[in-house]
């Protein structure tokens, strides 16, 4: 049985959700022999599926989900005819190990919203199949949210470090402990000149939520943005310490090793892929 792993972030813009969630599902499809899911469920942004999806290298869906994407599986399971075997069919392949289950092509948000009755299943179904099943949700608090984080195995909390977000975030847990009842935290477009460092925010809040930083890193952004993420990773796979990327390549591993310790998985049992 796999496990569900959902990016959330308290606003919009705030916490790098999506592109920290990038970095993490190309490390597992690049360093990894397992089956990882990226499932998009917003309504209102596609970037996971412009990050990953070249028309040069694929097959164009950014604008034709009409035989792909979580609208054909919630069909499916309001069908009952959703099975283990059909959540491949409806994805596209980005690594050997790595599928891409884009979002919705519904025109509006409330028709997406009807999803929430039916996206436990969804997710149920894709633990019997794939090892992780990393989903990026809408920030905040709405009803289709709340109902994927209450499915989830674990949380990963995207925060940044302006002191406000970080008073917003560590209050409303006090308010709602049941449902981040098992997270951890990363601070994306990480500072590491900032006087909030990983340390300080933990100590400053009394936390003992483990934190985890991605740097921000202008080559990732512009192939996130260029659609060239898969090629970014490939030629970064090997890099040594004098290389430039190199601190944000070791941040996305260790945020995906922390991944696997939160699940209590021991990820030397996905051996890493040789070249």
């Known amino acids: 049985m796999g496990s569900v792993v959902t990016f959330w972030g308290l606003k919009a813009g705030q916490g790098a959700t999506s592109s920290n969630l990038i970095s993490v599902a190309a490390i597992n499809g690049m360093d990894y022999h397992h089956r990882t899911l990226l499932s998009n469920t917003q309504f209102d942004s596609n970037t996971i599926e412009q990050a990953f999806i070249n028309s040069n290298r694929t097959i164009n869906t950014l604008h034709n989900y009409s035989t792909l994407g979580l609208d054909q599986l919630e069909n499916l399971a309001r069908s009952k005819q959703l099975s283990n075997n059909s959540i491949k069919d409806y994805t596209v392949p980005i690594f050997a190990g790595l599928d891409l289950l884009p979002s919705t092509s519904k025109p509006s948000s409330d028709m997406h919203t009807n999803i929430t009755d ?44 302006n002191v406000i977000v970080l008073k917003a975030f560590f209050e409303l847990i006090k308010q709602k402990p049941d449902l ?31 934190v985890y930083a991605i740097p921000h890193n202008s080559n990732f952004m512009d192939a996130c943005n260029e659609q060239q993420v898969v090629e970014f990773f490939l030629k970064r796979k090997n890099i040594n310490s004098t290389h430039e990327d190199y601190s944000f390549m070791e941040a996305a591993r260790c945020l995906n090793k922390a991944i696997f310790k939160a699940l209590e998985i021991d990820h030397r049992l996905y051996e890493e892929r040789e070249d």
């Open 118 to 161: 039916v996206i436990g299943s969804i997710y149920q179904s894709s633990k019997n199949v794939y090892d992780l099943t990393l989903v990026d949700v809408h920030p905040g608090d709405n009803k289709l949210t709340n109902e994927i984080l209450h499915h989830s195995d674990l949380i990963v909390v995207n925060l940044n470090q």
């Open 180 to 210: 981040f009842s098992k997270m951890i935290i990363v601070i994306g477009q990480y500072d590491y000149s900032s006087k909030y460092t990983i340390k300080n925010i933990s100590r400053t809040f009394k936390s003992k939520i483990p």
